[in-house]
């Protein structure tokens, strides 16, 4: 059974870090992009940062400099570095990994999906 499961989330004031994780079982994606994304109240799922299986990263633009993605292929494992944080990156935040290694953005490019890992940030 394919499962991604993200940890790490919690409440943290303005400025401050949190690091997500994400493990993969039940399939290897060593091969595959895999990405954070997000989604606040009453907004759609947005992408965040992606990373390719040669460690190549996209960031939106908003987390630009404060976000850090990484990826240990043989842990089979994702995460994201947050810092800096604003109130504006409270969300629920997902991992995903997409069924080849070409990343995007769009969340219909990613097959699998973990149940989500929620931040919120104060000011």
């Known amino acids: 059974q394919v499962q991604l499961v993200e940890s790490g989330g919690g409440s943290v004031q303005s400025g401050g870090s949190l690091r997500l994780s994400c493990a993969a079982s039940g399939y290897t994606y060593n091969r595959n992009c895999m990405g954070w994304f997000r989604q606040g109240p009453g907004k759609e799922r947005e992408g965040v940062a992606t990373?390719?299986?040669?460690?190549?990263?996209t960031y939106v633009d908003s987390v630009k400099g404060r976000f850090t993605i990484s990826r240990d292929n043989v842990k089979n494992a994702l995460s994201l570095q947050m810092d800096s944080l604003k109130p504006e990156d409270t969300a629920m935040y997902y991992c995903?990994?997409?069924?080849?290694?070409?990343?995007?953005?769009?969340?219909?490019?990613?097959?699998?999906w973990g149940q989500g890992t929620q931040v919120t940030v104060s000011s």
């Open positions: 995903a990994a997409a069924p080849n290694d070409a990343c995007s953005f769009s969340p219909d490019r990613f097959t699998y």
């Open positions: 990373i390719r299986s040669d460690g190549r990263t």
